[in-house]
């Protein structure tokens, strides 16, 4: 809540004037003038400048108004026997034997007459009651009764009732409080006293000077107020013990231990643009001497214009609120800064009892000789709450005024001073706040009455004083967290694992003996700064690329259940640049790992594009892309279907296809006997090198299992727990690691763990300053997991696969690419369509799926099958082409034929008979595409006609039988993210 008016506590709605009959000192949130003419609310009391307690009311005959203002404690009628300065009357009781209880009072019996108070209940104010008929001022009533009824601070009316008479009317600050008719002798009859005819009574200033004893009876009455409001203040200040003793017996925890919450910040690798802010309290720390002088007056003038002469408690307005309180008043705080900053900067101080006000005022006293006053002002406006989410000044002046604190104008620090008080509207009363937008004649009251402080205290000139009422930024939330909920919110997730490993928290329950904190709870409250990798041109192209709600994304028009996800990485580092796993950090990560019900999941099957790795795997094994294998579809060992090409039944190359032909036309059979011959442990290691951290199983019956590839030992030649469907990519992984992969590959076979952080910085929650954290700085440690030979000799073939699915950077910028798509069961259908590659300098993976489980099938617009050159296709080209636009264009490696040429089951086809009729000797060329040793394959297109069979570079494939122990359980690695499939190949 605000810094000590909260809105809810009755003492946030009582008024007690100024020296000037102004706004008084901060216990009343609305700080509003008298309900007198303007004139009478900033005309300067005479007595009130001696400390009395006058009434600047008027008396009009039947009706009386007094309003109570002077620097003395004030804010009720004139008490018994004191005149008010305009002549009203605020008639006393006579003394009388009896007995009287607070809150509802009776004077018992003096004689025939009788009087009696009506009830005062707390947060009513009781205004003694005028005499019977005929009875002497001081003396009880011979006749008639006289009864007093209910009064309220805030809107009271309390009543004095005689036999006859008129009618007055008392305010009280904005309290207003009528007087009921008066009868004979009453103050305002002829008979009465000051009347014409009164005896033994005191006139008004209207009605001539009071006699002496009258004079002499006030002044005992003011005495006895003064022990009164004395004994109150000794109840209020002792908690059940002597307040010195305890003043030196707490051991007050100063300023710089108090754990102030400090969020975090998120940002890009710019250290400018905000990603996320996370945080229970929006605050920025800043120093004093960042914040001017006259931002320091202008919250004094609104809140403590005594705070640089005080010792940290305003004794004067304690007593005040004191005896407000003991006589049944309105319950008030009479807080100054310095309590105020107590109250919010220690947890145990938030309830309103007396034994708060003694440990406040304690602490107060303490705080006031630990620190100087400049010392303490800057830890009040760090601390206090400006409302629309902001906490302290800064953050405060960045979400009225658009700018920072040391930027703010005399009239702008007027405004937010002014909001202190009460920042938000009451939502049990219905009372507003002085947030601008929510009451603007109030707020611009409140902002007056602040340069009007400055003003008498002298600290600023005339010259200096505003004459216009600063412009106010339209209301935005600066509440802690933002950002969370858009597409770069994801990337909070991996700088709070990141700060787990580097050991600077725990990411998850709290090891016992352990004094770290959680990460979520450290980011929310420890005030860190965070830079992170992400590149904000980069990641803007992503987004723009794969958000479909984007104009520009080739998903805008299509079908709504269409998701894609995008990572993109720097080779040489690792760094994350752009990060694209959905619209909601808080929701599914489609790009990474998620944990639902207690699972892992998140990964996708990764269809050919896996093939990757397989070709990796197999040159690494002494494979030549010269080598030869058969791509006729067959019948294989525990496989109930047969093994085919994706819809190519018939290839080009038949039983004699080139490894390198049979990647870029992305045949199938070959990939598996490549398995065969050197292992699925083999190729998974491989992925395991590039760097594919987890692998998901796709069993026959149940939901798929997440495999550490780091923690779990795999042998070459091992069929489980991935068989040879793994080499053309049936079992699913993240974009984020099949991006590594890529980069891996583009770094020539070097490995850099991807990560976000770059630095860490924490705030000194006392100065502002920032200091960075050693164990928060970027550790690059690239490993040699690839050969370089075996890394460029993949890139050789992958950079031609491109230019042939019409996925050709600008520029003419070399770049190595793969497609992959994975059906949805035995239909013609997918589900799951990949497009990954890169260049020297980026390596990027997109997926496209559903993220409707109803509805698993991923089509066009046109209704045909969404595959991986086509809409993923069009993504990475158009985010490839964005983000590398004006960095210069490298080269990629070729081929050095390294390997074995005659491995492999290709069977070589009988040489052509010699041709009957030679042209000059020479036989023509016959089929070229029947040419074993063609290595350099035709052009042909990747999206083929609708309706017509598509083409070798992007096949509809035969899905595996989900009953034949090998196939089956695929759908993005558990059916909380998609749906269980059969799975199968397109590709």
């Not at 309830?351 to 010392?375: G, P």
């Not at 594009?609 to 070709?615: D, E, I, N």
């Not at 070459?716 to 992969?741: N, R, S």
Request: glycine content about 14%.
């Amino acid at each position: 809540m605000n810094s000590y008016g909260d809105p809810s506590s009755a003492r946030g709605r009582a008024q007690f004037p100024g020296a000037n009959g102004d706004h008084g000192p901060a216990d009343d949130p609305y700080r509003r003038t008298s309900r007198d003419d303007q004139a009478d609310a900033d005309r300067r009391s005479a007595e009130g400048d001696r400390g009395g307690w006058p009434a600047n009311g008027r008396a009009d005959g039947a009706s009386a108004r007094a309003s109570v203002s002077g620097r003395a404690p004030s804010g009720r009628a004139a008490p018994p026997g004191r005149p008010p300065a305009g002549g009203g009357w605020a008639a006393p009781v006579s003394p009388a034997s009896g007995s009287a209880s607070v809150g509802s009072a009776s004077v018992g019996s003096a004689s025939p007459g009788r009087a009696r108070v009506g009830r005062a209940g707390v947060g009513s104010a009781a205004v003694p009651g005028a005499p019977g008929s005929g009875g002497g001022y001081g003396d009880a009533p011979a006749a008639g009764r006289a009864s007093a009824g209910r009064a309220s601070v805030g809107a009271a009316s309390v009543s004095g009732a005689g036999a006859n008479g008129t009618a007055g009317r008392a305010r009280v600050g904005r309290a207003v409080v009528p007087v009921s008719p008066a009868g004979p002798g009453g103050p305002d009859d002829p008979d009465g006293p000051g009347g014409a005819g009164g005896s033994g009574g005191r006139r008004g200033r209207r009605g001539g000077e009071p006699d002496a004893a009258a004079l002499k009876r006030a002044k005992k009455r003011k005495r006895m107020n003064l022990v009164i409001a004395a004994f109150a203040v000794l109840i209020m200040l002792t908690g059940g013990g002597v307040v010195g003793v305890t003043y030196y017996s707490t051991n007050v925890v100063l300023p710089d231990e108090i754990p102030l919450p400090v969020g975090t910040t998120i940002f890009a690798d710019d250290n400018r643009s905000q990603i996320v802010k996370l945080g229970e309290e929006a605050r920025v720390i800043v120093s004093l001497d960042k914040i001017p002088d006259y931002v320091q007056k202008a919250v004094a003038a609104a809140e403590d214009r005594k705070f640089y002469k005080h010792k940290g408690v305003d004794y004067l307005g304690i007593a005040r609120a004191a005896w407000n309180n003991f006589t049944g008043g309105t319950k008030q705080g009479a807080s100054t800064i310095t309590q105020q900053y107590a109250r919010n900067a220690y947890e145990n101080l938030n309830d309103d009892s007396y034994q708060r006000k003694v440990k406040e005022a304690i602490l107060a006293s303490k705080l006031n000789d630990e620190f100087t006053k400049a010392e303490i002002m800057q830890h009040y406006l760090n601390t206090i709450y400006f409302g629309r989410g902001a906490y302290g000044i800064e953050m405060a002046a960045r979400t009225y005024f658009g700018k920072g604190a040391d930027k703010l104008t005399v009239a702008e620090s007027a405004v937010l001073a002014g909001v202190i008080k009460q920042p938000v509207n009451d939502p049990q009363t219905g009372v507003k706040g002085f947030d601008p937008e929510d009451n603007p004649e109030l707020a611009k009251d409140r902002w007056t009455y602040v340069i009007n402080g400055m003003l008498e205290e002298k600290w600023i000139t005339e010259a200096e004083r505003p004459t216009e009422y600063p412009a106010v930024k339209d209301r935005t939330d600066a509440s802690a967290s933002s950002g969370v909920k858009t597409p770069k919110g994801n990337v909070v997730n991996y700088v709070r694992a990141e700060m787990a490993e580097k050991g600077i928290c725990h990411d998850g329950p709290v090891p016992a003996g352990s004094t770290k904190p959680t990460c979520q709870a450290t980011l929310a409250m420890d005030g860190y700064k965070i830079k992170t990798s992400i590149n904000m041109k980069m990641q803007n192209a992503a987004e723009l690329a794969a958000q479909q709600e984007k104009k520009e994304s080739p998903l805008n028009d299509q079908p709504k259940n269409l998701q894609a996800a995008l990572v993109s990485i720097e080779p040489a580092t690792g760094r994350v640049l752009a990060y694209y796993g959905g619209n909601d950090g808080t929701g599914i990560d489609y790009a990474g790992k998620n944990t639902l019900g207690g699972e892992l999941v998140g990964g996708h099957p990764p269809g050919s594009s896996f093939k990757v790795y397989t070709l990796a795997a197999a040159i690494d094994a002494g494979i030549s892309l010269e080598s030869h294998w058969n791509s006729e579809p067959f019948k294989a060992e525990g496989i109930k279907d047969e093994i085919g090409n994706a819809g190519a039944e018939k290839t080009t190359c038949h039983k004699y296809c080139t490894l390198e032909q049979s990647t870029v036309r992305s045949y199938n059979v070959p990939f598996y006997h490549i398995s065969e011959e050197i292992g699925p442990g083999k190729i998974v290691n491989m992925a395991k090198q590039a760097g594919i951290t987890t692998m998901w199983t796709t069993p026959p019956k149940g939901a798929s299992k997440p495999i550490n590839l780091a923690k779990t030992q795999i042998d070459d030649k091992d069929t489980e727990p991935f068989f040879h469907v793994a080499a053309y990519g049936q079992y699913p992984i993240t974009v984020l690691d099949h991006a590594t992969g890529l980069a891996t590959l583009a770094n020539r076979g070097k490995y850099n763990k991807p990560h976000f952080i770059l630095t860490i910085e924490q705030q000194d929650k006392q100065t502002g300053a920032w200091k960075k954290i050693s164990a928060g700085s970027e550790q690059l440690k690239s490993s040699q997991r690839i050969k370089p030979e075996v890394a460029d000799e993949v890139t050789s073939v992958l950079k031609k696969i491109p230019g042939a699915n019409s996925r050709s950077l600008e520029g003419g910028r070399a770049a190595a690419g793969k497609t992959g798509t994975w059906q949805y069961g035995n239909t013609k259908d997918n589900a799951h369509a990949w497009m990954v590659g890169y260049t020297p300098q980026l390596a990027t993976a997109v997926w496209v799926g559903s993220d409707n489980p109803r509805k698993p099938q991923i089509r066009k617009s046109d209704n045909n099958p969404v595959s991986g050159a086509s809409l993923p296709g069009e993504i990475w080209q158009q985010y490839m082409s964005d983000a590398l636009k004006g960095d210069p264009k490298k080269p990629l490696p070729d081929s050095k034929g390294i390997g074995d040429p005659d491995r492999g089951n290709g069977v070589k086809p009988p040489p052509p008979p010699p041709c009957s009729n030679p042209v000059n000797g020479v036989c023509p060329p016959q089929n070229q595409n029947q040419n074993p040793d063609n290595t350099n394959p035709p052009f042909f297109p990747t999206n083929p006609n609708p309706g017509n069979p598509p083409g070798p570079g992007d096949d509809p494939g035969d899905g595996d039988d989900p009953d034949d122990g090998r196939g089956g359980g695929g759908g993005g690695g558990g059916v909380a993210v998609l749906p269980n499939t059969t799975t199968g190949l397109r590709d």
